[in-house]
């Protein structure tokens, strides 16, 4: 039997963000310095503190084309993929898409206070159709690791910052259902699946998008790399 457990909402942020630093355009915006902390912060490439304490007015996006690096995926991720088709597909649905043209969007949600990610990556040559895939999410910054995404019809995970390697990581942690106006933790098993993103910088305006999903029991179900570029450039 599934069961849910109810988490209750009065959590605090590990570092409560100062509204009126928010608000100063001359900072840039703070919040993913302010969840890191100055040291990790510092030790991040001077690009990547760029383009993550970019400000962007409430409703205007920033735009990153790209190309897909690869896209794998072994037999159990495949299922859990497609299974997920159900809920829009947050997870890549093309393997061997190498050289792919790929876009990236971040908006500003001035409403929540967070952010609207897009991304767009096409089918690859072997497909037979042109049709590309748009993954859609939404990123908050609350909940009790300071920062949430969301990938629609209310279900959402925490998620943890850090820096490897000179490499912006984002680490999953509880899964959750928001309904009602509670927060509904996902069965625990599902906190076995680890997904990792990361930020790392190549240099000449270029950085790698990875995507790694892991669980104990069925390896590494997707491995994901894309190239971006600021569209500016």
């Not at 792919?100 to 967070?114: M, N």
């Not at 984002?170 to 990792?196: C, D, E, V």
């Amino acid at each position: 039997m599934v069961e849910f457990k109810f988490e209750h909402q009065d959590f605090k942020c590990p570092e409560a963000l100062n509204d009126r630093a928010l608000n100063d355009n001359s900072l840039g915006d703070i919040r993913f310095r302010k969840l890191l902390g100055p040291k990790q912060w510092s030790a991040l490439p001077a690009a990547v503190r760029t383009r993550f304490s970019k400000r962007v007015k409430g409703g205007e996006s920033t735009i990153y084309k790209g190309y897909v690096v690869k896209t794998e995926m072994n037999h159990a991720g495949r299922i859990f993929a497609n299974a997920l088709r159900m809920i829009g597909a947050p997870l890549p649905l093309y393997r061997h898409n190498a050289e792919a043209p790929a876009i990236v969007t971040v908006t500003e949600d001035a409403d929540y206070k967070g952010q609207f990610w897009s991304r767009q990556y096409g089918p690859g040559k072997k497909k037979g159709h042109g049709f590309p895939q748009t993954i859609q999410s939404s990123k908050q910054f609350s909940g009790p690791t300071g920062l949430e995404e969301y990938i629609g019809y209310g279900i959402g995970m925490t998620l943890r910052l850090a820096v490897e390697d000179e490499t912006l990581a984002f680490y999953s942690g509880r899964y959750f259902l928001r309904a009602m106006g509670k927060r509904l933790l996902l069965p625990i098993w599902l906190s076995h699946l680890t997904l990792r993103v990361g930020h790392a910088d190549h240099g000449d305006g270029w950085f790698e998008f990875s995507l790694e999903l892991e669980h104990p029991w069925f390896g590494t179900l997707m491995d994901q790399r894309v190239m971006f570029r600021d569209a500016a450039s």
